[in-house]
């Protein structure tokens, strides 16, 4: 009963984030109902009794990444609201078109059994072991690849940051040594 | 009443005494940091609000800590009761958030420290074993870094939404601050997890019972080390407190608050100092174990039923004694750290957590892992502590990459200054 | 490296052992040095008769003209100072004041000479404003001879 009480709740907050996360006009009140939402949805992996996908949901996604989102917008002080872009009619109906049917795609899919429901999933509970266990037996390839992806993104990162040492292109303080002599 | 409404009373009843307790001690440790920070500096510290109001107590105006003992509770009051002043550029919602969501998190991390041994207590004829922990999660360790990540948001709001700029650039500050030295706390963590081969707190402390030869700052002292040193970081203590400089920013992200709001990010300060020692007590220096294990027969003795209500308060109560010595002594460390080492500048705070602490770190994770695969370590079912083989490889690795770390930072430290020295 | 920090340490440790170079402000109060220029002080002789003669150099010398005196003729059958004049007011505006001395300086007689107070907080404005009893030494604790004056020594 309590534990029905509370993922009610938790669902309700869910979506009323997510929905705020599009409405809000200030970035940073979207990034901030998104750390709701993804803070909603570990509270839900928790009553699934699966603790460890809730708490790598936290540190990953609301500890570390939309940390940097705020950041970002802390450092553009996005405080001002953007006026939003008036699109034409015929756009805004396309639009409307499309958010429908991405919608019943979803109700569909929920609906056809392709997802099992809920309380099956709720019995067994995820422990770290079994984690650990697949990511190092079963899935070691495909764990090892996404590190590699990991460490490309950080290098092309690196290079995006530091082209000018790349490629030679002079520096704020070479180009003033240079217009000193 | 069934037994499931009793175990929950249970769970109320340790969640208000755990909390209370915890809230109470932060006044002292405010008077504490003062005193000791004042004893540092030669000074006599705070002695003027002390019990000498009673009648009969007189003598004890202007005596050493107790001449001050109610200063903290007299501070707080003064904030309780002063007008709080809010500027009407700041972003209202937010402004009134920022500091709830400060303090909610250093209370939080509360939840999974265990107190002491569990004590046995007889309800209607029924024995219920009560551990004194609030909560044993399997994901302990997991939960504590999520909420310490979480923790950051409430500094960042609370420098954004003021719309001052001291205020923006202490957010700004912190959060940077915390994205790097997070990477390193966890990763410093990694050794110990190893060495347990769980992420429940209940196991960690299992495996250093039995002496304080047991204790994992043994096995892992580089671990230790970076543990304390992000911990600072992270709670924005003094070799670190780069969000609150005063020197430069007023007094950072919180620059426009006062009252009752500015007295939670004093508060939540303190929790996390206490959250931090807490953690590392537990983690490193055999939480509520003492150092020399009693014989089990003293033991037998002293945990015997009383009246037949309750048992094992013996251990109980040693074991949190022991638990309070171990966070008090780190206590004393964070605030003797605070009136020792100056502020860092920005760059040297971000060299040592990215070229120093996180290389460490990493170094240190591998080399555990090498050394607990080499010496072939079982992961026993029952958390029980591990031969002396374990520990002695672990020291040595341990001490190999304490010098070579020294050496490298000496290096570095020359090449830096050039050859001035 | 380490080391260094280990020492940084172990001084501060140190120093929580040392007695407090600090005082406990209102029931211990710090000895002023005998050069220290506090509140003004107005002497007399051992008589009892005050040294001023009212000769008005200091309020002459006195930089930010904090000084202010009205002289007055001596009545020989009750003087009240030991020359011919005395002065019948005698002001000193402490917040004006810049404690500079050269009043003390200046003073042919050695009437005024600068004391060890220190605490001269007041409510009001004007009650900064120092009149000549608040100055003047008590009666029965007169000086006989003209004290050395207190500048122009070596610390």
């Known amino acids: ?181 | 009443m069934s037994r499931l409404l009793i175990e929950n009373i249970i769970f109320a009843v340790k969640i208000v005494v755990i909390f209370g307790a915890v809230l109470t001690a932060v006044p002292f440790m405010v008077l504490l940091e003062r005193v000791l920070i004042a004893r540092i500096q030669q000074r006599v510290g705070p002695n003027r609000v002390g019990l000498d109001f009673i009648p009969g107590l007189g003598f004890l105006k202007g005596k050493f800590i107790i001449g001050g003992i109610l200063q903290a509770f007299i501070d707080g009051a003064k904030l309780f009761l002063k007008e709080e002043v809010r500027v009407r550029a700041v972003d209202p919602v937010l402004w009134r958030i920022a500091p709830l969501i400060t303090l909610v998190p250093a209370i939080m991390i509360l939840a999974i420290v265990p107190f002491g041994p569990p004590i046995g207590l007889n309800i209607f004829g029924d024995w219920y074993k009560i551990p004194l922990a609030i909560t044993d999660l399997e994901v302990g360790i997991l939960f504590y870094l999520a909420v310490t990540g979480v923790a950051v948001y409430g500094i960042v709001l609370a420098g954004y939404s003021s719309n001052s700029k001291y205020s923006l650039i202490g957010g700004i500050r912190s959060s940077a601050q915390m994205i790097s030295y997070e990477i390193a706390l966890s990763l410093s963590l990694v050794g110990v997890l190893l060495i347990a081969g769980s992420f429940s707190l209940s196991r960690l402390i299992g495996i250093q019972s039995e002496g304080v030869w047991n204790w994992n700052i043994w096995k892992q002292p580089i671990g230790a080390a970076l543990f304390l040193i992000a911990g600072f970081a992270e709670s924005n203590r003094l070799p670190f407190d780069l969000p609150e400089g005063e020197s430069e920013l007023g007094a950072g992200f919180h620059t426009e608050y006062s009252s009752m709001k500015f007295a939670m990010f004093f508060m939540a300060e303190y929790m996390n100092m206490f959250s931090y020692s807490a953690i590392l007590t537990t983690l490193f220096l055999g939480g509520f174990y003492g150092p020399i294990p009693l014989p089990a027969s003293v033991y037998a003795m002293i945990d015997q039923p009383i009246f037949g209500i309750v048992s094992g308060v013996g251990s109980a109560v040693i074991g949190v004694f022991w638990f309070s010595v171990k966070v008090f002594l780190l206590v004393c460390l964070f605030v003797w750290i605070r009136g020792t080492l100056p502020r860092f500048r920005y760059d040297q705070l971000m060299d040592l957590g990215w070229k120093v602490m996180l290389p460490a770190a990493l170094v240190n994770m591998v080399v555990t892992a090498a050394v607990i695969a080499l010496v072939a370590k079982p992961i026993s079912a029952a958390p029980t502590p591990d031969g002396p083989a374990l520990t002695i490889a672990l020291l040595v690795a341990g001490v190999v990459q304490v010098v070579a770390i020294d050496r490298i930072l000496t290096a570095r430290k020359r090449r830096i200054l050039g050859h001035a020295h | 490296m380490l080391i260094d920090f280990i020492k940084g340490l172990a001084v501060t440790f140190k120093h929580i052992w040392k007695k407090p170079v600090t005082f406990n402000y209102p029931e211990v109060k710090r000895p002023q040095p005998a050069f220290y220029r506090g509140r003004h002080r107005l002497q007399r002789y051992s008589n009892g008769l005050e040294r001023c003669v009212a000769c008005a150099l200091c309020a002459a010398v006195c930089p930010p003209e904090a000084i202010y005196l009205e002289a007055e003729e001596n009545d020989p059958k009750r003087p009240v100072g030991a020359g011919e004049r005395y002065a019948r007011l005698y002001q000193i505006h402490q917040i004006r004041c810049i404690w500079c001395g050269f009043c003390e300086e200046a003073c042919p007689e050695d009437a005024i000479v600068m004391g060890p107070i220190f605490e001269m907080a007041n409510y009001k404005r004007s009650d900064f404003v120092c009149n000549k009893e608040q100055m003047l030494d008590a009666p029965d604790k007169g000086f006989g001879e003209p004290i050395v004056l207190k500048v122009n020594q070596p610390l």
């Open chain 1, 1 to 181: 009963m309590f534990l029905k009480i509370l993922y009610h709740l938790f669902v309700f907050l869910a979506l009323f984030g997510s929905l705020m996360v599009v409405v809000s006009k200030k970035a940073i009140y979207s990034a901030l109902f998104l750390i709701l939402t993804m803070l909603t949805i570990a509270s839900l992996f928790v009553l699934m009794n699966a603790q460890l996908a809730a708490a790598l949901q936290v540190i990953v996604y609301a500890g570390a990444i939309m940390v940097l989102f705020l950041f970002v917008i802390m450092l553009l002080n996005l405080g001002k609201q953007a006026p939003l872009s008036r699109r034409s009619r015929p756009v805004r109906w396309l639009g409307l078109l499309f958010g429908v049917g991405i919608g019943a795609q979803i109700i569909a899919v929920i609906y056809s059994g392709f997802i099992p429901p809920a309380e099956t999933t709720a019995a067994a509970s995820v422990t770290i072991d079994h984690v650990a266990r697949l990511i190092l037996t079963d899935y070691l390839y495909p764990f090892e690849m996404i590190s590699v992806l990991l460490l490309v993104a950080v290098i092309g990162a690196v290079v995006l940051a530091r082209r000018h040492l790349v490629q030679g292109v002079e520096t704020v303080t070479e180009t003033a040594e240079k217009a000193g002599k």
